[in-house]
Antibody
Framework: QLQLQESGPGLVKPSETLSLTCTVS??????????WGWIRQPPGKGLEWIGS???????YYNPSLKSRVTISVDTSKNQFSLKLRSVTAADTAVYYC???????????WGQGTLVTVSS | DIQMTQSPSSLSASVGDRVTITCRAS??????LNWYQQKPQKAPQLLIY???SLQSGVPSRFSGSGSGTDFTLTISSLQPEDFATYYC???????????FGQGTRLEIK
């Protein structure tokens, strides 16, 4: 059964880097036809796509976050990761990792992890 | 960026009602439109992909239609478990710059 699990610090200080990892089980992250993505949701607000990556390492990002975001993949660990630099309180959100099928629809989601930016 | 506008923002309905939620794109996105359901404190769940294809395991009372700029999600007969927030998402372009609608909260009347 396919599962995705986010992990990482729940509290990050302003101006620092938010780092999260998504561990995929039940399928190889190197499977063709799928991208792997990150989506976030500030408390009480809507969904915002952050970016997506293919197992080859080819990634694309939300233009509004592109200057601060890096998504990487580690096929040996069946994981992909998110780094968001220079965070502010506006980056406080539940962060979800997802599998994206060919039309970029996210058909599998992690449970989400709340990251709070605060000193 | 392609802007997605959902209407209404909130909706009250009763069990058994037929409900329609609309999503409009700021430019043509062909059929690159997906719908999600989110319940409180849970991750969203994919309902409809490519505007009108029902995701595996999703009840047939959910349906999607539209192309170009105007899309609809219809629930033919509301069930108690359908009260949730619904989001549309566009994924047009190569590579796509994915954006979501602001959400529609469906509440019990």
């Amino acid at each position: 059964q396919l599962q995705l699990q986010e992990s990482g610090p729940g509290l990050v200080k302003p101006s620092e880097t938010l780092s999260l990892t998504c561990t995929v089980s039940g399928i190889s992250i190197s499977s063709s036809n799928y991208y792997w993505g990150w989506i976030r949701q500030p408390p009480g607000k809507g969904l915002e796509w952050i970016g997506s990556i293919y197992y080859s390492g080819s990634a694309y990002y939300n233009p509004s976050l592109k200057s601060r975001v890096t998504i990487s993949v580690d096929t040996s660990k069946n994981q992909f990761s998110l780094k968001l630099r220079s965070v502010t309180a506006a980056d406080t959100a539940v962060y979800y990792c997802t599998r994206e099928e060919v039309s970029s629809a996210s058909d599998y989601w992690g449970q989400g992890t709340l990251v709070t930016v605060s000193s | 960026d392609i802007q997605m506008t959902q209407s209404p923002s909130s909706l009250s309905a009763s069990v058994g009602d037929r409900v329609t939620i609309t999503c409009r794109a700021s430019q043509s996105i062909r059929n690159y439109l997906n719908w999600y359901q989110q319940k409180p404190q849970k991750a969203p769940q994919l309902l409809i992909y490519a505007a009108s294809s029902l995701q595996s395991g999703v009840p047939s009372r959910f349906s999607g239609s539209g192309s170009g700029t105007d899309f609809t999600l219809t629930i033919s007969s509301l069930q108690p478990e359908d009260f949730a927030t619904y989001y549309c998402q566009q994924s047009y372009g190569t590579p796509p710059s994915i954006t979501f609608g602001q959400g529609t909260r469906l509440e019990i009347k």
